[in-house]
């Protein structure tokens, strides 16, 4: 088989792109800018929303889904809102076409111009906080928890294959609350709910954090973050969680009566992650041969395939790895059997190790006369033969090893590409290196600025949890007192 993949050491960008096409995840489509996902990609993503779904229901949350088209004039009711995404907003002005009456084609009918143009969501806060002002009177109607599936368009200018695209797919919780204190343990809850699912599903090592005030979300009070670190070195914003305190509430006047009696904006949450996160699994953990897949997330966690030389040979090996299949999938593993005729069992192996599934079995006419087997794991590429009475049982367990070591080898790349850094000019050499430099900063958004202006590193968040260093010290770059470091980073 030919080489699918360019190297990661030869052109990191360029082995993304061809992992995502060649790996059947995603292209891109006659929109610019936008993509189609591939069903093979599709059932990866849908692992992720299934077990996402599940996690946001378990805290409480329910489903609902709002308008894709926002009336303008909502936008301009939050003026840092609509500031942070005017740019990137699709905006519709007809609700009709003609033929041209000259017939060169089809044209805007000049009389459907709309009453109020319409933008296409880039995300939900205002008309949800509109929709809201309706369910809202009491104290008793508190608090909301909602979350809907749906896709975002932000007209973005330079465009990558799931990690920005001009339409995507996303969920995004907008919540209500009675006070300020409630809003901000939901916000610190579901950023928790998304580093759990980044860590134990996705293998992905991530760290929880506070955004700047330069890097906050556009009319949030306050933003947390996950930060994962790409196998480039570069980071990666993989979710954020929003303190919105009472900004949409006064926007849209949404008020309430508290128990004493008296009326109260109500307090707000929004948070999301998007199909962002299928560009971290695949820059987190996958190699020059494909796809590396932790089993929590894998749409096939087997594939069988059969080596033979006659009919003979292939009706024997493919009913006993019909066998071994029935139990494998009582075990609840997603297995299949690469059946193709008309392949060479070579290529088969390299299309599977390209598309990442956890592990792969090869059966024979020899493996049947000794009653074996060959299993080969991805995330290793290391085979090993074995009885096929005990295949089961070391797959089922296998997938916890595979899982746990995609983890740690991505812990361990992250710890060895942090660096605690005190100087401008070590600062300066070791952003070339790519990493997460653990720096003091003073504080202020023009030094942020200016760290920015002359390194393109930001400030990735300022630590919550992991990775923490709460000491006293010097601004990396002006010198000022500091009381912790943050992490630095460039980012995707």
Excluded at 53 to 75: V, W
Excluded at 116 to 121: A, F, G, Q
Excluded at 316 to 341: F, Q, Y
Aim: hydrophobic share 40%.
């Amino acid at each position: 088989m030919a080489k699918e993949v360019i190297s990661r050491e030869e052109n990191y960008s360029q082995w993304y792109n061809n992992l995502v096409t060649k790996a059947d995840l995603a292209e891109n489509s006659a929109v610019r800018g936008c993509m189609v996902i591939k069903p093979y990609g599709y059932a990866i993503w849908e692992k992720m929303q299934a077990q996402l779904d599940k996690m946001f229901k378990e805290t409480g949350h329910q489903n609902a889904y709002f308008p894709l088209f926002i009336p303008k004039s909502f936008l301009s009711r939050e003026a840092e809102h609509v500031e942070g995404f005017a740019k990137e907003c699709a905006v519709v002005t007809h609700h009709r076409l003609m033929v041209d009456p000259e017939g060169t084609g089809v044209v805007v009918d000049p009389s459907a111009k709309l009453e109020e143009e319409l933008i296409v969501r880039p995300t939900s806060e205002t008309i949800i906080w509109n929709t809201y002002k309706n369910w809202i009177t009491s104290y008793r109607d508190l608090p909301i928890l909602c979350n809907q599936w749906a896709n975002v368009v932000r007209w973005e200018m330079r465009t990558r294959l799931f990690l920005r695209t001009a339409e995507f797919l996303w969920q995004e919780g907008h919540t209500a609350h009675a006070t300020k204190e409630e809003a901000i343990e939901e916000t610190e809850k579901m950023v928790n709910v998304y580093a759990k699912f980044a860590r134990e599903y996705m293998a992905v090592p991530v760290v929880v954090g506070k955004k700047s005030a330069n890097e906050r979300f556009a009319g949030a009070l306050d933003t947390l973050c996950i930060e994962a670190m790409m196998q480039d070195g570069k980071a990666l914003q993989a979710g954020t969680s929003h303190f919105l305190g009472q900004n949409f509430a006064k926007a849209f006047d949404v008020k309430y009566s508290t128990k004493e009696g008296t009326l109260d904006y109500v307090w707000a949450t929004s948070w999301g992650v998007s199909t962002r996160l299928m560009g971290a699994l695949i820059m987190a953990h996958s190699d020059d041969c494909g796809l590396v897949l932790p089993p929590k997330l894998a749409p096939i966690h087997v594939v069988m395939v059969p080596i033979f030389k006659t009919d003979e040979e292939h009706k024997a090996v493919v009913a006993k790895m019909e066998e071994l299949k029935a139990g494998l999938e009582k075990s609840g593993l997603s297995v299949k059997i690469d059946d193709r005729d008309n392949v060479r069992s070579g290529f088969k192996f390299a299309e599977w190790e390209l598309k990442g599934v956890p592990v792969r079995i090869a059966i024979g006419p020899r493996d049947l006369q000794n009653n074996t087997v060959e299993v080969a794991r991805r995330d290793t590429l290391t085979k090993e033969s074995m009885s096929a009475d005990a295949v089961v049982a070391h797959v089922v367990e296998l997938m916890d090893k595979i899982q746990e070591n995609i983890y740690n080898k991505a812990l361990e790349f992250r710890a060895s590409k942090t660096y605690v850094v005190d100087t401008w000019e070590e600062f300066k050499e070791k952003i070339e290196e790519g990493g997460f430099l653990l720096c003091h900063w003073d504080g202020t958004p023009e030094t942020e600025e200016k760290i920015k202006e002359e390194t393109k590193a930001t400030i990735r968040c300022i630590p919550m949890d992991t990775n923490v260093i709460m000491e006293e010290g010097k601004c990396v770059y002006s010198g000022k007192p500091s009381k912790q470091r943050v992490i630095f980073a460039r980012s995707y």
